[in-house]
């Protein structure tokens, strides 16, 4: 390791002093703001490239903290980790999620997946595959209707148990994404290790798709990757119309990002899949 001269160190001390300040006044707030009602729900579209058609919509969790105003989920979520609050705060996605899917039964959404994300600490928690599947139930959904979302950390954490957590979802019917693909730990061996179904490929290489050789070389090679292990594919962060033909070109199955829409509300959703199925 480098050794920090006397003024790098200060700066490195304000800045952690900074950022534990921050984690303890969020750690605060975040106490009693279920029961405050302070978390809501948005839904971002994720679309067949070839159609166009809604096919999944991933529930992004939002925060309106009555003393802190909105935080974003990149701050609160890992002091929401490090606290455990993860697990009565993931467990309230879900079933928030599922009601929201309950509630659109018979309308244009009704044959759409739902996706949400889900931290490790819930994935270890021993009672997760019976809180999800009592969620399905309570809300009179089918299994292959939802979808989870896991992050390459979330299966190197504890793997043995990881794997047998996924094998009992999937053996349920419930859909196993790996979020933000080729970000964090990249072992391949994870991807037929685990009982995946869709790989999202991050939108670190999709941004520069247009533009670097690499980023192209890079997705072209997860994309035929995914297709040779049978994996769906989805493309995050997809930006502009450049973007998506080349991913639907290298066959992308999938496409989310801001060029199909933002994360939106229940009600601007319905109108979205209006829209789309009018086609
Ligand atoms: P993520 O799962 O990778 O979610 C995608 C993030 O990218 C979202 O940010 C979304 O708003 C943003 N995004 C989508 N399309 C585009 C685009 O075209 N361009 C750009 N620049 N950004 C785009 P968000 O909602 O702020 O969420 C951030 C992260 O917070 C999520 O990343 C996820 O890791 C975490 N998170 C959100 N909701 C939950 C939750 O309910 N539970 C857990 N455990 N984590 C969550
Ligand atoms: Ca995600
Ligand atoms: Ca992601
Ligand atoms: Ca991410």
Known sequence: AKKAGRGEQLIFNDAMNAATKDGLVIDGA?????????FYLVYQAITNSHTGKLTKVEALLRWNSSLLGPVSPD?????????????????????????????????VLDDVTISINVSAWQLAA??????????????????????????ERVLIEDAANVQAVLAQLRALGVGISLDDFGTGYSSLSYLTQFHLNTLKI?????????????????????????????????AEGVETAGQAAILEKMGCHYLQGYHISRPISPDELLRFADDRAGR
């Open 202 to 234: 991050d939108r670190a290489f999709v941004m520069d798709i247009e533009h670097s050789e690499r980023s192209n070389n890079l997705v072209h090679a997860i994309i035929a990757m995914g297709h040779s292990l049978g994996l769906q594919l989805v």
């Open 126 to 151: 021993p009672d997760f595959v019976a809180l999800v599947s009592q969620a399905l139930i309570r809300n009179g959904l089918s299994p292959h209707q939802l979808e989870l979302e896991l992050t």
């Open 30 to 38: 975040l106490r009693g703001a279920i029961e405050a009602n302070e």
């Open 75 to 107: 701050r609160f979520i890992p002091v929401a980790e490090d606290s455990g609050m993860i697990i009565p705060l993931g467990t309230w996605v879900l079933d928030q999620a599922c009601r929201q899917m309950a509630h659109w039964k018979q309308s």
